[in-house]
């Protein structure tokens, strides 16, 4: 039976049974649940609002119009969730949009704002283990986050000639309600009407489009769960390549003002380069794949958004480049690292930046551009005190972990764990991890714990000397006498290929 369908059919025996439920309970107060509302935040330390506590989201379903001309978007959330506790009341996060109307289990539910959170009191507490349904109609101009530091956007984009959502640690909330954090991953199907002449692309699989009145709409769906951050639109004119690779839809969608020769070469290799991850750790992990490319100014960031990533156009050559090839293949790897295997809580941010960071170095030597033993080199020569290394890329409670050490310790110590366990012991551990996580969630702990039972070796100390120490480790694959390691212009690359914020 479908997922939808089972979902449906307990749901319908949930509100069916409702009023003896309550009478029942009526007539033995001993029985009647103790409702409360669910926390305002997941529990993440270093975002402490980020999602929401009481319930676990199982599906969206969004039905989403907008209109580049005005910036305008209605949209219509469905949204199927379980109650992890006895709700009286619940958070969703949504930014800026203005609700019209709110229904719990298709009766009207009371919503209050505050800030970014949407507050909802349905008619009926919510009893734990149980599904339940909110439906929400919503409009309003979404919100674009801009850093003074930089001419930076985020979330919601608005470009010369649609739409992008991009962003990182939260995106979602700038086009739908949602429970805004990795640890609640849900399965998606997303319908985005655009006006006649443009495209509308999501994550997943296209199920299909229909011109209707001007009104051009696309259907999206996804077969595997998603962490909200990694769910993308990308509305505008597109030069699109579609085909099946290994039985999988892989949609290549380039912004139809480039020309051909600056970003096609490196996401056309999106195939090849997915083809040899899976050599190192095992199969592909979603049911389709691809790329988008935008040419927006302000966006100077690329971003894992599940089965279809985004790269700005600044970051690409004109013409064949190896360095945008190990673009491609940083964002192919957090397919498996990061999209996957996702953190619980942002604080373990290495284990997504620096594994895909680390996937890329060994494209890179594969395919003849540089070694992993130069790119690990010309990092640890590095002052201690540049932001190469300090501060260290895991952070204690509480602290940003968007730092650039994310970036190189992160990865160096990866391949200081390789050259101390040996390379067979060592893809074995990352193959497992992406293996036994799939799909879910992990920590630092559960990597440290893996690792140390498949090499059989005792890794506390090293870890904390790589991921939190203050000093440098020794070097455990020095380049030989005489031998330099490669020009800086690869730290200008790794500074351009990983902006975030």
Not at 433 to 458: H, I, P
């Amino acid at each position: 039976m479908h997922r939808r369908h089972l979902l449906a059919a307990a749901l319908a025996i949930v509100v069916a049974a409702t009023p003896t439920t309550a009478a029942h309970a009526a007539a033995r107060p001993d029985l009647q649940p103790s409702f409360r509302p669910g926390a305002a935040g997941i529990g993440d330390p270093a975002y402490p609002l980020d999602g929401n506590g009481g319930y676990d989201v199982l599906h969206y379903d969004l039905d989403v119009r907008y209109q580049p001309a005005t910036d305008e978007l209605d949209g219509h959330a469905t949204i199927t969730a379980t109650a992890t506790q006895p709700l009286s009341r619940f958070d969703l996060d949504l930014t800026g949009l203005t609700v019209d109307a709110l229904t719990v289990n298709g009766r009207s539910a009371g919503w209050t704002r505050d800030g970014d959170e949407l507050v909802v009191t349905p008619a009926r507490g919510l009893p734990a283990g149980l599904p339940f349904v909110v439906d929400v109609r919503y409009h309003g101009i979404p919100y674009t986050v801009r850093i003074p530091e930089i001419p930076y956007e985020a979330q919601f984009m608005h470009t010369d000639d649609g739409a992008l959502v991009a962003g990182e640690p939260k995106a979602a909330a700038s086009w739908y309600p949602v429970n805004d954090h990795p640890l609640d991953k849900a399965t998606y199907s997303v319908r985005v009407t655009v006006p006649e002449g443009l495209g509308a692309l999501s994550n997943g699989i296209l199920l299909g489009s229909a011109t209707n009145d001007g009104w051009t709409t696309f259907r999206w769906a996804t077969t595997t769960s998603v962490a909200s951050y990694l769910t993308t639109l990308a509305i505008g004119r597109w030069r699109i390549d579609q085909h099946q690779h290994h039985g999988r839809q892989t949609i290549i969608a380039v912004d139809a003002s480039l020309p051909p020769t600056l970003a096609d070469d490196s996401v056309g290799r999106t195939d090849e380069i997915t083809d040899y991850l899976e050599t190192l750790f095992g199969p592909y992990p979603f049911e389709a794949g691809g790329a988008i490319v935008d040419n927006h100014d302000p966006l100077l960031f690329a971003l894992e958004t599940q089965t279809r990533p985004v790269y700005p156009a600044s970051f690409f050559a004109d013409g064949p480049s190896p360095r945008d090839d190990t673009l491609v293949a940083h964002e192919l790897a957090h397919q498996w690292f990061g999209d996957s295997v996702s953190v619980r809580y942002w604080r373990e941010l290495w284990l997504n930046e620096g594994f895909a960071e680390y996937a890329a170095w060994l494209w890179s030597e594969h395919d003849g551009f540089t070694t992993v033993r130069e790119m690990f080199n010309l990092l640890y020569n590095q002052p201690v005190d540049s932001r190469l290394w300090t501060p260290p890329p895991y952070g204690p409670a509480g602290a940003d972990p968007f730092v650039t050490s994310v970036y190189s310790r992160g990865p160096m110590t990866l391949h200081a764990l390789r050259m101390l366990v040996g390379d067979a012991a060592f893809f074995r551990i990352m193959r497992t991890w992406a293996t036994r996580y799939r799909n879910g969630n992990a920590d630092t702990a559960d990597f440290v714990a893996l690792a140390e039972r498949v090499s059989g070796r005792s890794l506390g100390a090293f870890f904390a000397a790589w991921l939190t120490g203050a000093t440098k480790p020794p070097n455990p694959d020095p380049l030989p006498p005489g031998v330099a390691a490669p020009s800086g212009h690869l730290l200008d690359a790794l500074g351009r290929a990983h902006a975030r914020r």
